[in-house]
């Protein structure tokens, strides 16, 4: 039988003995479906009165924690061991995400990084300096735009590797991308159709057309969009360091002719997202068109998922001068979405040089990569049938294949030997019409030089020996 | 003269010269407007060509570093040393918030929590064990939803301290509530008209407003929400648990026919937003609307921004489960915006029982406080001329003064002598005509309570003492 003291003064009796009922329920010493005593039976076990036990039941039953059957009697809800179930289950899906690099699969189509290549012992000490040091600190809340002392890492960056001059006052810290485009829709207004790449990365047009704004996809020629088909345009959002999925590097004519189009009227913008920017592999980092723009006619963004890891949820976004007062009457009154932690320890990340240095790193590990890549290929029964388009930047490279196998074939065959990726016709808005090219998007950020082997040998029997 | 050692392998002369000329200006061991050498003397100084020389120099100029001035020469850019005064200058506000609690004005404006009572080196001992056992898995991106462990620990508090049974798959994580509901707008749709609590908090009403989506204002009466004022209305948001700022605590009747009204028709919905329900100070806390419906017509959100502090961006949404595949297939590509790591410590926070026990001694701590605030009220002259309402919920009572005193010039004069403070009436958000009623908001959150006196002391300066 439960014994319990019920002996705390202030407190009714009902409500004491209701809290170690509670207790023991969630403790596990009250077994799910397991049966609870009649309230008479409690009552004159622990000499108090029917109508305390009637009370801390009820309340009980109300919150769930019990249940009763007519008749029967009471029960302890089973609630809590569902639960912990659910707790075990998860925590395998979690190591098979952590085994993501021995899977059983061959991933081109993710263009995540690989965060084993990540300093993470730098980046814990730091975690841990900032605790010691900013303390009690961190508990105080931000300026809406962010971290000063991050936005002015950031912007010294920026000058230093970007060789863009922006004002710490400029930049605006959000929880990825994703959150600051909804953010630019609505210091633009609503009534704005977006211009979108086509083909492009879908994720941008998803989030814009889940903040129920018209979008319109425009083509793309050699050099990136394609301005002519601006009409009825006024904000129009490019990736001109290197375009998704086409692999496009805007040349500095085109930027300047889409600064010429943003100059014609007042109200035109341009969205310049510069997302993986930084994977520049020859030569130094191209201007951006922010860095050339002279009328305030461009706003910037950028993100930390490729260059640190895609969990950290870090970008920024860099607005001209003549919008920050709107955007604080307008959207000033948002909280910036990033802890002060996180933004405190990357700061000093890049303060202390490291993220340059992991930048350079990496940089020289790809690039390494990507040699070996080309030469497997060249080196393999592919290399006659294979055109390679990678303009040196960012993280993946178009592989043309000239087959008669239809795309959806090699897609399954490659699918069904493990092989993830995708072609370039599944990133067309529309006009699927003259997509007979059999052009796959390589991601090569996270597979290693034997698993590209690999992969190769799965697209020669493909290709080559299997006849069905 | 510069001189520099340009002996890198693999790396062009202009290049190894532009990078080590970019770095002594970064580390201002090259002044801002400091001239450099002409193109001519440093090539010959260096033993290299004028060509690299000009590369070099084109680079610089080309990214802000340097600037030339035309039959004079090459200098250094200010921009360097402009930055840092900017840093200097951020320090200083930085330090003026930390002041914050012994600043010359007492806030009763700000519904902010006082961050020195959180138990801040228990939460930096939770950090620093999170760093060590979870290393690199910190850098593996979360579900869409959040980490799991920590719905989980959210599941269980909602159940064991709030008798809500949801199951952690139900619960979404976001950075702040403003953020969660922008999701809710684009999982319901943005041809809603929104009904609002009117009078009410206004920056509920700012995010809609800042969605592009239509709200509708509804009057409260003396238990909340007027239903029969809601025609045409499908969606509703409201704080039942306790109103802003009209502190309402929405009686058990109500709640049920809110929900009964939601009943009615199938797309009807209510949001209930129960931010501070935690601080409930009379008998255990009141059932959510949530927890007592049975049909799936209610989204929950709730947020540690008071229960923690208002810097961990950290908000949680419940939704039903009906809506979870329409969520999944509509915003699941949206990344989850809170950082692993705050969720894992937090999660740790609640599982080990640290963040029920730093509840309970708030809710120690506020019960004293406003004890003696209402002690220190009787006692004064104001006594009987004021009229306090307090439901015994949360963090904020309405003080009505029986006065012929406008109020602009209560607020005025009560602004002058430092006290910061609001009427009802600026939460209104139509029918100014019948607000004659002399009607403030205390927020006692940050207020101690010798500021409290002082406060006391000013408003009965105010009301009895100058006449003019």
New interface residues.
């Given amino acids: 039988m439960l014994t319990y003291n019920l002996d705390q003064k202030n407190k009714s009796l009902y ?1 004491q003995l209701y809290e170690k009922i ?1 207790k023991d329920i ?1 403790d596990n010493k009250l077994e799910a479906k397991g049966k609870l005593p009649s309230k008479r039976k409690l009552a004159n076990h622990l000499g108090i009165a029917l109508i305390t036990v009637e009370n801390a039941y009820e ?1 009980l039953i ?4 019990i249940y009763t059957i007519e008749k029967k009697g009471y029960y302890v809800s089973s ?2 061991e569902k ?1 912990f179930e ?2 075990k289950q ?2 395998n ?2 190591n098979k ?2 085994d993501h690099e021995d899977s059983s699969y061959y991933d081109l189509k993710s263009a ?1 990084v690989d ?2 290549l ?1 300093p ?1 012992s730098i980046w ?1 000490k730091l ?2 300096q900032v ?2 040091e900013k ?8 300026d809406s735009f962010g971290v ?2 991050f936005r ?1 890492a950031i ?2 960056h920026l ?2 590797y970007h ?1 863009l ?1 922006v ?3 400029q930049i605006i810290i959000g ?2 991308s ?2 600051l485009y ?1 953010m630019i829709i ?1 210091l633009l207004g ?1 009534d704005n159709i977006f211009a979108l790449e086509n083909p492009g990365y879908k ?1 941008i047009s ?2 814009y057309e ?3 704004v018209k979008t319109r996809y425009i083509e793309l020629d050699s050099d990136g969009i394609d301005i002519t088909k601006l009409e009825n345009i006024n904000v129009v959002h490019v990736s001109p360091a290197h375009q998704f999925p086409t692999g496009i590097v805007m040349p500095i004519k085109r930027k300047l002719e889409l600064l010429n189009w943003a100059n014609e009227k007042e109200n035109r913008i341009i969205i310049e997202d510069d997302y993986d920017s930084e994977f520049r592999f020859k030569g ?1 980092i191209l ?1 951006s068109i922010m ?1 050339i723009d002279k009328n305030e006619k461009v706003i910037y963004l950028n993100t930390f998922s490729k260059t640190i ?5 870090i970008s920024y976004m860099i607005i001209p001068k003549k919008y920050l007062s709107e955007y604080k009457n ?2 000033g ?10 933004q405190y320890t990357l700061a000093r990340f890049i303060d202390e040089g490291y993220f340059e240095r992991h930048l350079n790193k990496m940089k020289t590990y790809y690039r390494k990569k990507i040699g070996v890549f080309f030469s497997l290929l060249k080196e393999s029964r592919l290399n006659n049938i294979a055109e390679i388009t990678y303009k040196d930047s960012g993280l993946h490279f178009l592989l043309k294949l000239d087959t008669n196998i239809n795309n959806e074939i090699i897609l399954k065959k490659a699918y069904d030997r493990g092989v993830k990726l995708n072609s370039l016709e599944e990133y067309d808005y529309y006009d699927k019409s003259n997509k007979k090219d059999h052009i796959f998007i390589i991601n090569f950020s996270l597979i290693s030089e034997l698993n590209f082997q690999n992969v190769i040998k799965i697209f020669e029997d493909i290709l080559f020996e299997t006849k069905n």
């Fill in positions: 409500l509670k969630l309340q109300a919150e769930g924690y609630l809590v639960t659910l707790h998860s925590n899906d979690m995400i952590l995540e965060i084993n990540f993470f814990s975690m841990r605790i010691s303390n009690k600190k961190l508990l105080v809340k931000t000063f002392e002015l912007a010294k000058y230093s060789g001059v004002e710490p006052n929880a990825g994703e959150y909804s609505k609503f994720k998803k989030v889940s903040n129920n130094v201007p860095s890891a895609p969990s950290i949820r307008k959207l009154f948002f909280s910036c979405t990033v802890p002060s932690f996180e």
